[in-house]
């Protein structure tokens, strides 16, 4: 966040020298720019960048998944202090699955272990276990046990009564589920 600040004033500045390079070659014109043309270019540095940032955060938080790990929510996003959202909406939040290192329990291969990501810009990435039942179809999450704790996932499963419904044609049964079968 402190190199995206950074950029952003070092946009400001370059537009705002911009800005001086025409101030400067209207002097020599014979006609007088207006005093605010200055801080008008520096403001729309700032702002070009920050929405430059905005919408390229999700295709580059993408690409640099590994192997294995597939979007399989995304949350779009529009705000009344982000005006150009509503013009098009950009993607502020997104779910990832490790689908590719999903562990089947060896007691019942409709049951998987599976790791959810959850990317939020300007935010630390959460990392959420979770277990799909590809029969039921549903998924809940997992605790992972404590130290001293002996409870697997197996017993986790029988024990657990926080199911969510999980349609088919969701992405997440679609890379857990269907791709291993």
């Known amino acids: 966040m402190l190199f995206e600040f950074i950029a952003t004033i070092a946009a400001a500045f370059g537009m705002a ?13 014979g006609k007088r720019a207006p005093k605010w043309l200055i801080p008008l270019f520096a403001a729309i540095g700032m702002f070009a ?12 938080q993408v690409a640099k998944l590994p192997d294995g790990v597939t979007v399989v929510k995304t949350a779009e996003s529009t705000e009344w202090f982000r005006p150009w959202s509503y ?6 939040r997104f779910i990832a699955a490790d689908s590719g290192n999903a ?18 810009r300007r935010r630390s990435v959460q990392q959420i276990p979770q277990v799909i039942d590809c029969a039921a179809p549903a998924r809940a999450d997992y605790i992972i046990p404590e ?9 986790y499963v ?3 009564t926080a199911w ?3 349609a088919t044609d969701d ?9 291993k079968g």
């Open 103 to 120: 562990v089947a329990q060896v007691d019942d291969p409709d049951i998987y272990l599976v790791n959810l990501y959850l990317f939020e």
């Open 164 to 166: 969510r419904e999980l």
């Open 87 to 92: 013009i098009k909406p950009h993607i502020l």
């Open 158 to 160: 029988e024990q657990t």
């Open 17 to 29: 020298g911009l800005a001086l390079i025409i101030t400067h070659l209207s002097k020599l014109a």
């Open 171 to 179: 992405l997440l049964y679609i890379n857990v589920c269907t791709n």
């Open 147 to 155: 130290k001293g704790n002996t409870l697997d996932v197996r017993e």
């Open 49 to 60: 960048f920050q929405i430059n940032q905005e919408y390229n955060w999700y295709p580059q």
